[in-house]
């Protein structure tokens, strides 16, 4: 049996935060740095990975800011 699999998928995981002075641009809440990791998935065999940082609001969750 032969089947096809067009399943991609990502998924978005949040490590570590901390606090940083600034504020979010559009609930003028605090936000804070956070190193974010992606995965993307073709058919459950993981084969891209990809980490970055990034300020992210923590009360609506906004990108404010991201570092290559
Ligand atoms: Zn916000």
Redesign the pocket.
């Known amino acids: 049996m032969v089947v096809f699999c067009f399943l991609v998928d990502q998924k978005r995981k949040v490590k570590r935060t901390k606090p940083v002075a600034g504020s979010?641009s559009?609930?003028r809440?605090g936000a804070s740095v956070a190193e974010i990791i992606t995965k993307t998935r073709f058919c459950h065999i993981p084969f891209h990975r990809r980490s970055y940082k990034a300020i992210l609001?923590t009360?609506?969750g906004?990108t404010l800011k991201t570092y290559p």
Do not use: E, G, H, L
């Open positions: 979010c559009r609930c809440r609001c009360f609506c906004a």
